[in-house]
């Protein structure tokens, strides 16, 4: 069976676990494949409310695996947090299986993060402060950890004696700290290796496997195009990879396996932290988008900056991520805004740009290009059928779709499982 990409389309907080929980009926693996405990997931059960940040969200249900594949970088203690607070909610986290090649965020990660986010001052790039760069830092240095060195306490020693000895030096000479001591590391990090050996393994052969059996994955990355490392908007993006090309190299199968790339996108834009957006709406439009949406960061609290749909990032998208479809979300927030707005094209120093300009400079100083569409009044949240959208909603998703290129194949009106409405 064939593998399908769930991918955000611009900054993030598209409602991908809105789509993961849309497709789940139908899939056997759940993987993620990139970022760490930065990205975040809502789940209410019992009456209580969870914030899942790493375990993909395929946990909640009993028929799927879930899988962090090797392109993740695990923080073992939130893991165990996680798989905790899983268990406390009536919610069996033992489907789980974590790549014994996915690196570990150790201690001094948070440590240098928090300096040099602070040594960055204004320029700082407004980062979770989870450790997240600095493990992807030291994996592309060679110098990072495994999950599969838990279970060698040898080795697991030695490469922490190599990491610890630059990294105390850069904490004490450079930024003033206290270092930090090897043998308070290895005490934490060989407990939860007892804890979580059962969980450690190849994950790149279970979804082979998988696949070759018949079954379906279904590759779930975290943040969006635009905060991808190489195509995003460099340095305000994140320290990995989400576009769906990634999805294959972490996950450790080929390319021929996936037949659906799906895009996620909300029907406007938000953005987290800072960096350029050139549809940010800073007027009343915009905090009554940020009101309506509710759009406030899972993981932080953080406010979220918000604008209009984008169509030019939302090509660049599907230029890069190869999109097969759209699921658009959060359409019932535009209600009674009187008119719409939809970005076409960037002007920008007196030339008009219908793709992504080719450097960032110009993406800085882009003035978007708009048009006006004919808004809806009425709440949406009740609708459950596409046909039975207001004319002016589905004349809105008909403009987003031929502006972008790419089919919709499902709209949602609401976080509720019953408001994704299927386009045929
Ligand atoms: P992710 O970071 O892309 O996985 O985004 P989330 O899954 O955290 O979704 C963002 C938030 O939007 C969650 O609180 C969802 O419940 C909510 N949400 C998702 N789809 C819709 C929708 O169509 N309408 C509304 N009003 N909220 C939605």
């Known amino acids: ?63 799927i695996t879930s899988v962090i594949a090797d392109g993740v970088v695990v923080d073992p203690r939130v893991l165990l947090e996680e798989m905790d607070g899983l268990a406390a909610l009536g919610i069996d986290p033992t489907r789980l299986v974590v790549s014994g090649n996915a690196h570990m965020i150790m201690p001094y ?47 697991f020693r030695e490469k922490l004696d190599i990491a610890l000895k630059e990294k105390n030096l850069v904490l004490t000479k450079v930024y003033g ?20 050996r059962p969980y450690v393994g190849d994950t790149s052969k279970l979804i082979h496997d998988g696949l070759r059996a018949g079954t379906n994955v279904l590759l779930e990355g975290a943040q969006g195009t635009m905060l991808d490392l190489d195509h995003g908007t460099y340095p305000f993006v994140t320290s990995s990879t989400p576009v769906a090309g990634y999805a294959l190299a972490s996950a450790g199968i080929g390319p021929r396996e996936i037949d659906r790339v799906i895009g996620i996108t909300k029907a406007y834009v938000t953005r987290v932290g800072a960096g350029p957006f050139p549809t940010e709406d800073h007027g009343p439009e915009g905090d009554r988008l940020g009101e309506r949406g509710r759009e406030f960061g899972t993981v932080t609290g953080r406010k979220r900056r918000c604008g209009w749909f984008d169509a030019v990032i939302l090509r660049y998208a599907a230029r890069l991520n190869g999109l097969s479809e759209l699921f658009v979300t959060k359409l019932d927030v535009l209600s009674g805004f009187g008119t719409v707005r939809v970005c076409t094209a960037y002007r920008a120093d007196g030339e008009i740009f219908e793709d992504m300009p080719p450097n960032q400079s110009l993406f800085h100083r882009a003035e978007p290009a708009y048009e006006e569409l004919e808004g809806w009044d009425e709440d949406l949240g009740q609708v459950r059928s596409f046909e039975a959208l207001p004319a002016a909603a589905r004349k809105y998703l008909d403009r987003l779709q031929d502006l972008v290129g790419v089919p919709i194949g499902v709209v949602s009106v609401g976080p509720g499982r019953e408001q994704s409405l299927s386009v045929s």
Do not use: C
Request: proline residues 3%; hydrophobic residues 40%.
């Open 1 to 63: 069976m064939p593998a399908s990409i769930v991918i955000g389309t611009q900054w993030g907080d598209e409602g991908k676990g809105k789509a993961t929980d849309y497709l789940a009926d139908r899939m056997h693996f759940v993987v993620r494949y990139q970022g760490g405990n930065n990205a975040g997931h809502t789940i209410v059960a019992e009456g209580q409310t969870l914030k899942l940040q790493l375990v993909p969200s395929g946990i909640l249900y009993t028929h």
């Open 109 to 155: 990660h948070l440590e240098l993060e928090k300096v040099t986010e602070r040594f960055l001052g204004k320029n700082a790039l407004g980062t979770t402060k989870r450790g997240i760069g600095p493990a992807y830092g030291d994996k592309a240095a060679r110098i990072g950890l495994r999950m599969q060195d838990l279970f060698d306490e040898k080795i």
């Open 177 to 196: 700290r206290l270092p930090l001591t090897a043998n308070l590391i290895v005490d934490d990090y060989m407990r939860y290796a007892d804890r979580l």
